[in-house]
């Protein structure tokens, strides 16, 4: 457990004595009781399942022959030299897995877990699409009823999202409530879940959440950077000297950041979303602009007002657009074992387009934001250094966003001959 | 004996459950807040749940969010939502607050149970705090006098039920059915099964919220609970109202109602018991 390697001389855990769920003072559980018998059956499945070769299997099978695993590693020289400083750059290839992102690493996980239960029914909530279409995507694979809670904000901007999903057999509801993104499509998702949770099982796509969420969801996400690790030693033969990832709720940089916990010689860094700028209040800085709090069943970094409103976060990215983040990164925040830091809307872009001109891959807005973290990495190692990034997403999604940013013809457009 | 404790002995003695109304702090505004709830009280309310406005009400349906959203845009802060509780224990009801648990902690959690209980109020209904997470809650609950509410669930097993019943004081907030809250044209059936359930691990009061809107469904929960707990239909009152004057005869109207409800239950219940 990544908890244990970072606990030692930390201060006391909160709460009752040792509660589990719990990394430091962060995490635990803040439901309404009537999801308590549901938590702790999942948490029963998900013990169970991971002592059950079977299980293994099954989830392996899948990742290899219908995920496309192990995703390549592959060095992005012409970035590394021209934006980075000359550093070396491995991008960890997410983007390749089939439906375009990490996320359905940890959505084939649970959808497993979900037939075990017995259960027939999965809901999500989703940000960018990214998790909705994966676990759409998998209900269709496994003969599962889906439903998604997407923000109607994020609809709008990911609208090619929505229709896989729609073509993929899933229910869309767009959530009108509150900011209309990520935050108010998981309230939905949890109203949902406390209604239906005898048939239903609610496939959380990040390590947000109650206890055993962020667990099991790091778990899942884990083979990115078991794969990465052996990938990247058989290259150079050598640890890099950074780990870097977009954080949103966290789970493409705990899955990539797992892997190297107990590699003391190697930085992790996360880039969270500096939106228009942290002192202009409209972002998704947890660690730069938020503090302490209880969001969305976990104890955590929440964006608040003084009386603990939560804040609307902002962000061009709708899978970084969230107030909270996943409570095992407030730990290792707090410890100093990873780093934070807010990447603006302007710098992923500019990222953006270098990574597209020079390697021939247009990245999710998401992952633009490591991409970003990367280049000031890369200049202050140098020519010597070694980054590693995970290349959580594609950027299929992001074409209009990124079509009005840069000025060029819509895509509609485009079709029309302009 | 706390108020809480008294309120539910008195009830009890005079043979019919206790009648506790919701309303939102600040809703539709600061002091017409204060004027609903006191109108509750004034038609027989006995035991008044202020609600604190919070951005992410996860456990309520779409009437106590819509209510919560007006209170948040008019301005309302956990520190007028401890003064409107106040104001309205001055009516001589036992006033409990109900928040979810973030605005809690960021107010201070010693400080938020030392200013509830200067102001008159005598308990805390915590729908997302589990007795886990509540060490600091317990302590400092108990230094101020200030009953803490957990709920339990139809889905809460009996050992789960020992522990919430235990970590409670004043009474034990049973769910009546699995979903969020709001109005429902028949209270599910899970609702008596759960008290006595729960009745069997504690000797505490036990009230039934969730779904109830009816001097009917008030009088059919009262045969086997000790409190009968109203929030969305006093809420839809006050949206569908005109003006403050219709709300307040509508929510007095309703208290009413539901007053003679909980009384009915030695008619048509049978003996107390």
């Known amino acids: 457990m990544a908890s244990e390697v970072v606990a030692e001389g930390q201060p006391d855990r909160v709460g009752l004595a040792d509660p589990p769920g719990h990394f430091g003072p962060y995490g635990g559980r803040f439901v309404p009781e009537a999801l308590t018998a549901a938590l702790d059956g999942l948490d029963a499945a998900f013990a169970q399942a991971m002592a059950d070769p079977a299980f293994h299997a099954e989830l392996e099978r899948l990742q290899r022959t219908y995920t496309g695993r192990p995703s390549p590693l592959t060095e992005a020289v012409r970035f590394g030299q021209e934006h980075c ?29 979900t037939v075990r239960m017995g259960k027939k029914r999965v809901i999500a909530e989703t940000g960018a699409g990214q998790h909705g279409v994966a676990t759409a995507t998998a209900a269709a694979l496994l003969g599962l009823d889906c439903v998604v809670y997407m923000g109607e904000e994020d609809t709008r901007r990911q609208a090619l999202n929505v229709t896989r999903m729609r073509l993929l057999g899933a229910t869309v509801v767009p959530v009108t409530a509150g900011s209309r993104t990520l935050k108010d499509a998981i309230n939905e998702a949890m109203r949902d879940w406390v209604t239906t949770v005898d048939e239903t099982h609610y496939i959380l796509g990040t390590v947000t959440g109650p206890s055993p969420f962020p667990t099991m969801v790091r778990t899942f996400q884990s083979v990115i950077g078991q794969e990465a690790r052996e990938q990247l030693l058989e290259e150079t033969g050598r640890l890099p000297d950074a780990v870097a990832a977009c954080v949103g709720g966290g789970s493409n940089a705990m899955g990539i950041f797992a892997a190297f916990l107990e590699d003391p010689t190697v930085a992790l860094w996360g880039f969270e979303a500096g939106g228009e700028g942290v002192e202009t209040g409209r972002h998704a800085a947890r660690f730069a602009g938020g503090a302490p709090g209880v969001l969305h069943g976990a104890r955590t970094y929440v964006m608040q007002d003084k009386w603990g409103q939560t804040v609307p976060s902002h962000s061009i990215s709708a899978g970084l657009d969230y107030p909270g983040v996943g409570p095992e990164h407030a730990w290792l925040h707090d410890t100093g074992r990873a780093h934070y830091a807010p990447v603006t809307d302007v710098e992923a872009m500019d990222a953006f387009e270098r990574l597209c001109r020079t390697e021939g891959i247009i990245p999710a807005i998401e992952t633009a934001h490591a991409l970003a973290g990367v280049m000031r990495l890369g200049r202050d190692l140098g020519p010597d250094g070694v980054i590693l990034v995970n290349l959580s997403g594609r950027g299929d999604k992001d074409v209009a966003t990124a079509a009005r940013w840069f000025g060029l013809p819509a895509v509609d457009e485009a079709a029309e001959g302009r | 004996m706390t108020a809480l404790a008294d309120t539910f002995a008195r009830a009890g003695a005079e043979g019919r459950a206790a009648l506790i109304g919701y309303l939102p702090a600040g809703f539709p505004n600061r002091d017409d807040s204060v004027r609903l709830m006191r109108a509750m009280v004034a038609a027989g309310v006995d035991i008044v749940e202020v609600g604190l406005p919070y951005s992410d009400p996860l456990m309520d349906g779409p009437v106590i969010q819509a209510a919560a959203d007006q209170a948040l845009r008019g301005g309302t802060t956990p520190a007028d939502v401890v003064a409107v509780a106040g104001e309205v224990a001055q009516s001589g009801a036992a006033t409990v607050v109900m928040s979810y648990w973030n605005p809690v902690e960021r107010f201070g959690v010693e400080a938020f149970a030392r200013d509830l209980a200067a102001a008159g109020g005598c308990g805390v209904i915590t729908p997302d705090l589990t007795p886990e997470e509540s060490a600091d809650w317990a302590e400092a609950t108990a230094a101020y006098d200030i009953d803490r509410i957990y709920l339990v669930a139809p889905s809460s097993t009996d050992q789960r039920l020992r522990t919430v019943s235990d970590a409670c004081t ?24 759960l008290v006595a359930r729960v009745r069997a691990v504690t000797d505490l009061p036990v009230a039934v919220g969730l779904g109830v809107s009816t001097g009917e469904q008030a009088a059919e929960i009262a045969a086997y609970a000790d409190g009968v707990i109203v929030g969305s239909a006093f809420i839809r009152l006050v949206l569908d109202a005109p003006g403050i004057d219709e709300a307040e005869a509508a929510v007095t109207g309703l208290a009413r109602e539901l007053a003679a409800g909980v009384r009915r239950r030695r008619i048509d219940g049978g003996p107390v018991t």
């Open chain 2, 170 to 193: 004043g009474f034990v907030y049973a769910a009546s059915t699995m979903g969020v809250t709001g109005a429902r044209s028949s209270v599910s059936g899970a609702a008596e099964s």
């Open chain 1, 85 to 113: 400083g000359g550093a070396r750059i491995f991008l960890k290839r997410e983007d390749l897995n089939h439906t375009g992102s990490h996320k359905i690493n940890n959505v084939l996980g649970q959808a497993l877990l």
